[in-house]
């Protein structure tokens, strides 16, 4: 039996993976860690039974250990809890779905103990890609995508030789406001925005997706799981949602993996991989579908985008700006601190005020974290 490990259980990916295992019988959840939904957890450790647990602060474990009073588990916290539930001698593979850049430690240290990683996390790989992918390599360890676009590329790459693609097709929705033009987002509410019209999600993430950051933060992330460049990675706008991502090689030949809008296909592929299982998602009738259509991109209307390209050009600690001062401005706007428009102009001022480090340490990642975090908060 197989043991997982999995960061963020409490959240959109983490409740669809406990789904997975509650259907299949062969994987054994050895640690849990999540961040604040103490109660959300005590739950999950009732039916999963790991041997080691993790919440987010030290003052929530007290209310923790009352709700598992009677229950055989070791309970930690913080960021030595969760390099712990990562690094766990039962676990075989870690699925990390914690949000934002905490991913980052807790994954190298998960690398370094030679768990093969499920990457839900885009996070580690759009700060430390240079990093975590050179020291994969060296322990041996495999990285899954479990992102739905990464998957459907990883999926399309089976049985090719990666030197012949010519080009990733790295499709995206285009969120709830598709075909929209800047000055008619000025007026955005956070309702407005948590509205996708494809995907259930967390609010961070459906955010990202509807200014389009998330699929730029994918772009950075294909760089680094598939080794090509940010200009060979093309966002094709998609609307149904069916085609999730596809691989166009140096003869033309394109290869695509479809399906209905279903988490839990990628999440179980990554599992199992290289086999596949039984899942009741809904099936895909293409004589009620009918059509699928493709949009370009507006890269001024959804500026996050383009700025993704620019921080994948330039390198270095730049992605880290992006991606912090991207985490920072959502969470504002959120809290309905800022507005919806702000959140790109946010991205570029810290682009343009981050001093460049070329090939960052984990340490330099997290101080260019800080210092955009203490910019930010000194103008918005």
Known sequence: MRGISLLGSTGSIGTQTLDVVRRN???????LAAGTRVKELADQVREFKPELVCVGKEELVPELKVLLGDMDVRIVYGEEGLVEVATIASADIVLTAVVGMMGIIPTIEAIKAHKDIALANKETLVTAGHIIMKLAKECNVNIYPVDSEHSAIFQSLNGEYHREVDKILLTASGGPFRGKKRE???????????NHPNWSMGKKITIDSSTMVNKGLEVMEAQWLFDVPSSKVQVIIQPQSIIHS????????????????????????????PHRRELNTKRLDFYELGSITFEKP?????????????????GGNIPTAFNAANELAVAKFLDRKIKYLDIPDIIEYSMNETVFIDNPSVDEILATEKSVYELVESRW
């Open 246 to 273: 596809m691989v166009e090689f140096v003869d033309g030949g394109i290869m695509a993996q479809l399906g209905s809008p279903d988490m839990r296909l990628p999440i179980q592929y990554a599992l199992y991989y």
């Open 184 to 194: 008619e987002l000025v007026n955005v509410t956070l309702e407005d925005a948590l």
């Open 25 to 31: 019988n062969d994987i054994k959840v050895v640690a």
């Open 298 to 314: 507006d890269f001024d209307t959804f500026k996050g985008l383009r700025l993704a390209y620019d921080a994948s050009d330039r």
